[in-house]
C-alpha cells in the first residue's frame, strides 16, 4: 500500500498546469544533469484474486509503483510518449479546448502506432498528475445513448426527452457541465447492454408505459455513459437495474458498470456505479422461461477460461455473491443465450411482461 489518491484542487487548469511544469522541469534537470529521469505512477487495481478479502482494490489506494527510467527500452519509448500526449494535453489546457483520444494518436501516428499506448499515457498522466481524464480537456466520442422521463441541459444545451421518451438521445460527453432539470418523474433506470434492445424498448414505448429512463452503453461503456450513469443516480435517487446477454461478455460488462474497469482503477470512485443491480437473463432463469435449445448455444473454450477467471475476483467474493452464484451456474450448465432469445415467446415478451414482473416482483440481485 503506497498512500491514498487526492482529487483536490486537481480540476483547477492553472493547478494542473503548475503540475505538469514541475513535472517535465524536473525531468529536464536530471536530464541536463546527465542522469536519469525517474517518473514514479501508482499502480491501482479494480479487482485481485485474494480470496481473504484484505485487499485495498477499488478504494483508490494504489498497490505499488512502477519507475519509468532510460535504462529500459520500454521504458524510454513510454517516457516519450507520455511526455508527447502531455504537451498535447497542457496546449489543450492552456487554449481551454478539448480534444479527443483519437485526435492525439494522430498527431504522431508513426511514434504512437497504435491507439492503445496512448490511452495508456493518458491513464499515467490522470496518476500522475491526481486527476481524471476530462480534467485533461481530453474527451471521448460519446458511445451512449438515453431516453425517457427526463431532462437535462449540457453547457446550457436543453434536452427535452419527455417531449418524445422513446427517442433515443446521445449521452452527453461534457459530463460535468450537464444539469439534471427534473427531479422525482422517473421511477428507475434501466441499463441495457445492447442498443438492439434499447431499439426493441423504444419501439414498444417501454419508458412511456414505464415512467423510466433507459441508458444503453452500447457494449462496454465508455467514461462518458458511466459518469453520466452515476450522475443521474446522484441527482435523482433512482434504483439502476442493467439486463445483459446471458454470457459471459454480458457479465463482464455488468461488472463494468459496477465495479469499474482494470484500467482506471485509479479513477474508481467517480466511474463505479455500485447501486446498480442485475435485472438479467440470469443463467437460473433459461428453464423457467422455457427457453428451447436452438435458443440456447454451448459455452466455448474461450467462454469457460473468462468465467473461470471472473469467478475468482475478490469484489464477486465480497460485494456480489450472488452474481458468483449465477456466474458459476453458467459454468456448470455450460450454455448461454442472448437476451433476445426471450422473444420466443413473442416480440414484446421483454417489455411487456418480462421486464415489469421483474422490477415489479423485485427478482434483481
Ligand atoms: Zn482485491
Known amino acids: 500500500m503506497e498512500g491514498k489518491r487526492s482529487c483536490l484542487s486537481s480540476s483547477i487548469p492553472s493547478d494542473l498546469l503548475r503540475r505538469i511544469r514541475k513535472l517535465t522541469l524536473s525531468i529536464l534537470t536530471n536530464l541536463s544533469n546527465g542522469q536519469s529521469p525517474v517518473v514514479q505512477i501508482d499502480r491501482f487495481r479494480n479487482y485481485c484474486t485474494e480470496t481473504s478479502g484484505n485487499c485495498y482494490c477499488n478504494c483508490g489506494i494504489s498497490v505499488g509503483k512502477e519507475l519509468l527510467t532510460l535504462q529500459r527500452e520500454c521504458h524510454t519509448r513510454r517516457l516519450d510518449v507520455l511526455l508527447r500526449v502531455l504537451l498535447v494535453v497542457q496546449t489543450l489546457l492552456q487554449q481551454n479546448r478539448h480534444g479527443s483520444k ?28 491526481q486527476c481524471s481524464r476530462h480534467n485533461l480537456n481530453v474527451v471521448s466520442v460519446g458511445n451512449g445513448m438515453v431516453m425517457g422521463w427526463l431532462k437535462f441541459s449540457e453547457a446550457g444545451r436543453k434536452f427535452d426527452c419527455i417531449n418524445n421518451p422513446n427517442t433515443a438521445y446521445p449521452v452527453p460527453v461534457h459530463v460535468e457541465d450537464v444539469e439534471i432539470d427534473i427531479i422525482g418523474v422517473a421511477r428507475y433506470i434501466l441499463v ?24 444503453t452503453g452500447r457494449g462496454y461503456p ?16 433512482l434504483p ?51 427457453l428451447p435449445q436452438q435458443c440456447l448455444l454451448p459455452l466455448t473454450r474461450e467462454d469457460k477460461t473468462r468465467v ?19 456466474l458459476d451456474l453458467l459454468l456448470s450448465r455450460g450454455l448461454k443465450c442472448e437476451i433476445e432469445a426471450l422473444s420466443v415467446q413473442s416480440l414484446s415478451f421483454l417489455s411487456e411482461e418480462y421486464l415489469p414482473s421483474k422490477i415489479q416482483g423485485g427478482v434483481y440481485i
Open 240 to 290: 439502476a437495474y442493467c439486463l445483459v446477454d446471458c454470457d459471459p461478455y454480458g457479465i463482464d460488462i455488468l461488472t463494468t458498470y459496477r465495479f469499474g474497469s482494470m484500467q482506471m482503477a485509479y479513477d474508481a470512485k467517480f466511474l463505479c456505479v455500485p447501486e446498480i443491480r442485475w435485472l438479467g437473463v440470469f443463467p437460473s432463469e433459461v428453464e423457467k422461461y422455457c
Open 308 to 326: 473461470e477467471a471472473m469467478l475468482l475476483r475478490c469484489y464477486l467474493r465480497r460485494e456480489a455473491p450472488q452474481w458468483r452464484f449465477e
Open 102 to 129: 483519437r485526435d492525439i494518436y494522430y498527431m504522431h501516428p508513426t511514434v504512437f502506432k497504435e491507439q492503445s499506448v496512448v490511452d495508456r499515457a493518458i491513464n499515467d498522466i490522470c496518476i500522475l498528475l
Open 192 to 215: 441495457v447492454e445492447k442498443e438492439s434492445v434499447f431499439q426493441r424498448l423504444a419501439n414498444d414505448s417501454f419508458c412511456t408505459r414505464n415512467r423510466c429512463i433507459v441508458v
Open 222 to 237: 465508455d467514461v462518458p455513459t458511466r459518469r453520466f450513469l452515476r450522475l443521474l443516480i446522484e441527482k435523482l435517487h
